[in-house]
């Protein structure tokens, strides 16, 4: 069943969504007399630049031989270049008089059926080129031999097809923020091309973000420097605004095509236009805004009015760098995969701007570095309309030093339905008092403190446990997932009850369990938290970073909420203390596994016990010195290596040895994604310990590992699994990850395969990044 919006059928499915509460839509005034460099929302695209007909950006060409025979195709400003592997011949892709560009030609026979095929296409149509005399001979060389290099149409080749003549750009602006790092993962995972209007004061503060972008093949271009209404500032202002954020992209090291920008607000009269033409800008405006900064603004909505605007036939997306740190930002992230994948289902595809504001080609070849994190938050307030005090329900995200403290996190209370402690089904009865077994096996160690979240509302209180093995808890947990807030406090207050009246709870600490539970968002609409409630437990363990890939595996265990376990090496924790800090205020357990990844077999018959205590104590003073002291005496020796003396050497310095697990060897960079995650699910069984390596060694196997965990993780799931952590005496008990909100760090001085490695050269086909 199809809806009407605006005049236009939308169908069923992802379009369906559109509501008759759409996006502001801000239009630009329509540009001045000659050459168009305006991007305008006026009409169905009808203002944009190279807009002359129809089929310049959608719908059927039917201008004649005039017309441009490849609309929305590639740039004659653009150089000729293929992909995977990005290769750049640095030669000016040429057009012929229709309007067809060299690239258009080879790229509208996408897909190739074989290698072959694309390096035949690439032959034909620098031929064609060279007899139009738009090619000379070397050039034409150089363009097959780039192709011929290339993976395209290959088995390596796992690009998006990207041909059609109705394109969208999906640009950013504001950035970068807390939120760009994900938005970069989903574009890396949908293989979009973005535009980023990023903001000067917050290049200059995270200038590694930007550069990635651009290195990525991402457009990044100036939205400013400190975010003013440009209608409200004399011109030397505007002036000094634009210089400041073109040199810090010049810093940054960004690479732009042309001098292009978009207003903040997308305030520009026309005085501002003037000016900013004289200064060589090409203004970019915007014609879908689905308000996505508004913190009331969910997922589904920003997707159906993204979807209204498609359907209406704009096409140039506005969203904000996961607005401005503000809490709307996790909305987004939601909400953009499902726009993307709505746009491909509409038969349209992604593109960048020229130097004219037109929408054209581009394809999205990833760089494979590892994703930056924002380092130095830039919040909110400065970005704000002249300053002041932003609009509640906003919540300013301010950065936070990373260290134990804040491993926990003060939370606005909240008032809590009060629902009947009966509906719960927790009694002091139920606690037992002659248990022969544990009742709750894999669950939460009476060790642990009583906490909840999100967010983290800790009380200090030892976590009590009854003789039937489950502990207040396991009590508490056994009844999610909560239908309300008041559900969850009222089984917090009815379990807190039953432990007080078993004399396992004193008063004042029941009243603090209970207090804590009502100021947390357990079971309310701000409960982004996943269940993990049940009794066939598992816990994830990585050995041997952090190395360049740690950043991504912490990505992948905030999106996926799971706690890990890291046995980290002493002489990577001390280069890169960053992370070991992150890992403890995220929520990680931290554990020892030796200064130099030593075989600790050896060690000892070369240097003797002084020498395996040695290397178990320079790494536990390494995460000491980080600020980031171990969770407790827990150890794996490298490459499981220890004999019964080395782990008597171990049990006498107050350790445990954690030797029992379930692996594979996700080292070998052969090894596929798939084939890791089937080897370990294979495995699976409650209570295991699953050992993964970090990224293992700074190694291509780094990204099969990364890949894998995502997989393992889903598949685990889908079989009743659920996922905690380890303790002190080696046993997987509950836990839940509340993620911090901190920036993921990246690895700033790091320590390479060789010293991790037995003595001597790693093994072929490795090769060591530095």
């Known amino acids: 069943m199809a809806r009407t919006v605006t005049g236009r059928s939308v169908t069923a499915g992802a379009l369906a969504l559109v509501t008759a509460l759409l996006g502001t839509v801000v239009a630009a005034p329509g540009a001045a007399a000659g050459p168009p460099t305006v991007a305008s929302g006026a009409g169905p695209l009808s203002g944009l630049p190279g807009a002359e007909s129809p089929g310049t950006l959608g719908g059927s060409d039917s201008a004649g031989a005039s017309a441009d025979a490849c609309p929305g195709g590639w740039s004659t ?5 293929f992909g995977p592997p990005r290769i750049d011949t640095g030669i000016p892709n040429p057009g012929r008089d229709d309007g067809c560009t060299l690239l258009d030609v080879v790229w509208q026979e996408e897909p190739f059926a074989t290698h072959g095929e694309f390096v035949a296409t690439v032959a034909r149509a620098t031929r064609e080129f060279g007899d139009l005399g738009l090619l000379d001979a070397r050039e034409a060389a150089a363009i097959r031999s780039a192709a011929a ?24 602006d504001d950035g970068p923020s807390f939120y760009r790092s994900r938005t970069l993962e989903i574009l890396r995972e949908k293989q979009v091309t973005a535009t980023f209007f990023d903001v000067g004061m917050r290049i200059d503060a995270n200038p590694r973000l930007p550069a990635f972008e651009r290195r990525e093949g991402h457009l990044v271009l100036n939205h400013t420097y400190e975010h003013p209404n440009l209608n409200q500032v004399t011109v030397p202002r505007l002036r000094t605004e634009m210089r400041t954020t073109e040199e810090a992209l010049d810093r940054a090291g960004v690479e732009r095509p042309f001098a292009g920008m978009r207003p903040p607000f997308l305030a520009a009269n026309a005085q501002v236009r ?16 689905a308000a996505d900064w508004l913190p009331d603004r969910p997922a589904e909505q920003l997707r159906a009015d993204v979807a209204a605007g498609i359907a209406d036939g704009r096409r140039n997306i506005f969203l904000h760098d996961g607005p401005i740190d503000t809490v709307a930002g996790p909305e987004l992230m939601k909400a953009l995969p499902l726009i993307i994948d709505d746009i491909r289902a509409a038969g349209l595809c992604f593109g960048t701007f020229d130097s004219t504001g037109a929408i054209v080609a581009d394809r999205y070849v990833s760089s494979g570095e590892p994703i930056p994190s924002v380092v130095n938050a830039v919040p909110y307030l400065p970005l704000l309309f002249g300053g002041g005090t932003p609009p509640e329900p906003y919540r300013i995200i301010t950065p936070t030093p990373v260290t134990p403290a804040a491993t926990t996190t003060a939370a606005t209370a909240v008032n809590a339905a009060s629902d009947s402690p009966a509906a719960t089904g927790v009694s002091s009865r139920s606690l037992g008092t002659g248990a022969a077994s544990d009742a709750c096996p894999n669950g939460w160690s009476p060790e642990e403190t009583v906490w909840f979240g999100p ?35 009222s089984a917090a207050r009815a379990a807190a009850d039953a432990f007080a009246e078993a004399g396992l709870l004193s008063g004042p600490d029941r009243d603090r369990v209970v207090a804590a539970a009502a100021r947390t968002h357990v079971g309310g609409p701000r409960d982004t938290s996943v269940p993990n409630t049940c009794d066939r437990r598992l816990a994830i363990q990585f050995d041997d970073g952090p190395s360049h890939y740690r950043t991504e595996t912490l990505r992948i265990l905030r999106d996926k909420q799971v706690t890990g376990v890291f046995m980290d090496t002493g002489t990577r924790v001390a280069a890169n203390p960053q992370f070991a800090r992150f890992q403890l205020a995220e929520g990680h357990e931290l554990l020892n596994h030796t200064h130099s990844h030593a075989n600790l077999n050896q060690v000892l018959a070369a240097e003797g016990p002084d020498g395996v205590r040695r290397e178990i104590l320079a790494a536990e003073a390494a995460f000491a010195a980080a600020g980031a002291p171990i969770s407790f005496q827990g150890i794996r020796p490298p490459f499981g290596a220890a004999n019964a003396q080395v782990l008597q050497i171990i049990a006498d310095m107050g350790y445990t040895a954690y030797m029992t697990r379930i692996g594979t060897d996700d080292w070998v960079p052969e090894r596929t994604p798939q084939q890791i995650s089937d080897a370990l699910v294979a495995q699976l069984r409650p209570g295991a310990i699953i050992s993964l390596h970090d990224g293992p060694y700074d190694t291509p196997a780094g990204p099969g590992t990364n890949g894998a965990l995502a997989l393992l993780i889903d598949a685990a799931r889908e079989l009743g699994y659920c996922f905690g952590t380890v303790d002190r005496h080696g046993d997987v008990v509950a836990d839940r990850l509340i993620p911090s909100n901190l920036p993921i760090p990246v690895v700033e001085n790091p320590v390479p395969y060789a010293p991790l490695v037995f003595p001597g050269e790693p093994p072929e086909p490795y090769v060591i990044l530095d």
């Open 77 to 81: 400003e653009a150089t000729v270049w």
């Open 149 to 172: 290099r290339s993976d395209v149409g290959g088995p390596a080749d796992d690009s998006v097809p990207n041909t059609c003549t109705d394109r969208v750009a999906l640009t950013f």
């Open 274 to 289: 003037a000016e900013l033409e004289r200064l060589g800008f090409t203004v970019v405006s915007g014609d879908i805004d």
């Open 455 to 489: 967010p983290r509302v800790d009380t200090g209180i030892r976590n009590p446990q009854g003789p039937d093995g489950c502990t207040l808890l396991d009590r508490i947990w056994e009844r999610e997932p909560f239908a309300t807030h008041g559900a969850f406090v």
